[in-house]
């Protein structure tokens, strides 16, 4: 374990955070990792558990506790309070493809089930796991390793998101020659375009691409796949196909005034941002801009305050972010005890940043947009809002607008981050893959489509979650591929 009593000793310290009047002028990424020392007495506090619920990955009352990845935790922590850095890389590797990748944008349900957290602050185990990984590249140690047993199947992912890329790295060090396939101009789906750059430099999905294209995976980018006939050609070349492409119809708002110009959905805003700073430092005048703008974003999730973290950089003259359900409660509630994942209000960088600048929370909860108006051009240039009451109305429970509470707000940027409702068809369509009534693949196998060539992973299967998850996905489907292929092997011999 970490130092004996070392939970007594030593409180909980966290990465630092670049101060927000410092960050707020430029995209560079915002945490800061503590000095090696310090990350070493962050993990001297855990306890090595008899039952480490930290990387459980449980399901307790539809509340996720622990890692998805089930991440040899205490062993990690125990090697890095030693200074066996590494060999925590190699332990930490076992279950992990992507450490850089969950070790900046993991929500770490791993902390929330952690024992320590029933009545102290729990070990901080994602820090731990980025300064392994970070270490990792620094030194040397995560770098691509060489293929020798080569299967001769070939493979072929489609969508290089979290999933595709977990899936395209684990079937190809099980020995298969694996394509991805990417619709985008560059790699890493949400990772690259959706996640701004202030979550995660672009620089370290890069890193890792170059590590998977020198083990032997081909990437290719501009391949979108969508008609029957590429399909088709794809069935005859490829002995199994992955279907990665993630959820990406984007949940649309339905109010008068809808087509009104200078409305777009939150991961067009986001990318476009991201693909202009890429390309030219944001010089190239291609991004979406809330430069003197009255923003209004509606959604009050991670991806809106996305929209806002970004919105606070572009110069909006003001950022509103409107959220149809009430605020969570400061501290769990009483039927939300550990170590289920805590509902807690939390005010993330975006917020952090709005105050800063405007000297206020941009949140509205009980809030929703009826209407929105326009100008002569027919450009947007206000959003009628109104405050809602949650009320049973037949069989299902509603939002209905408050009398006397309607407002109306400037808005010349309308934003609209209220999720996603499900994959796109046209994939589905071309490969013949039978969906249900929510356009979701359907199979009795886990992973499997009715396509028996054919599987799917990641948000494309389960809908729109995280990134830990995607990893899971990915590399137990490609353990799924590569079963079936050998049980073929096996019939056909
Ligand atoms: C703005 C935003 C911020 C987020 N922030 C976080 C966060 O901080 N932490 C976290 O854990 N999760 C976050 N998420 C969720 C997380 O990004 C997703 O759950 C994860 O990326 C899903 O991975 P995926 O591989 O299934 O799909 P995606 O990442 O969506 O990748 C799918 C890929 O498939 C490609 N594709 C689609 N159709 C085709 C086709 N026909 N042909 C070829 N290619 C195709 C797409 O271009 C895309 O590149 C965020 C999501 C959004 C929208
Ligand atoms: S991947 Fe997420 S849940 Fe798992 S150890 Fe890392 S931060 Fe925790």
Redesign the pocket.
Known sequence: MGKTGGFIEYSRKDHGVRAPQDRIGDYGEFSQRLPEDEQKIQAARCMNCGTPFCQAGLDINGKLTGCPLHNLIPEWNDLVFRGKWQEAYERLVLTNPFPEFTGR???APCEAGCNLGLNDDPTSIKDTELQIIERAFESGWAKPISIVNRTGKKVLV???????LAAAHTLNRLGNQVTV????DRMG???MY??PNM?LDKRIVSRRLENMKSEGIRLECN????SKEQADQILVEYDAVLL???S?KARDLSVPGREALGIYF??DY?SRNTKSLLESDLTDGKEISAKGKHVVIVGGG??GT?CTATAVRQGAVSITQIEIMDCPPEKRDYNNPWPEWPVVCKQDYGQQEVILKYGMDPRRWLTTITKINKGFSGEIISVEVSRVKWEKVENSIVAVPLKGSEEILSCDLLLIAMGFTGP?A??MDAFSVEVNNRGYPVSDVLFHTSNPKVFTA???RRG???????IREGIECAYEVNHSDLRTTYVLL
């Open positions: 944008l993991c929500p489609i969508g290089s998101g979290p999933s595709g396939f990417e619709r985008d789906g949400l990772l959706g996640i979550k391949m979108p796949i969508t990665c492409c993630g990406k939150a991961v986001l991670d991806t996305d796109e046209a994939i990641g948000d494309q729109q979650s995280l990134v830990v998850w995607a």
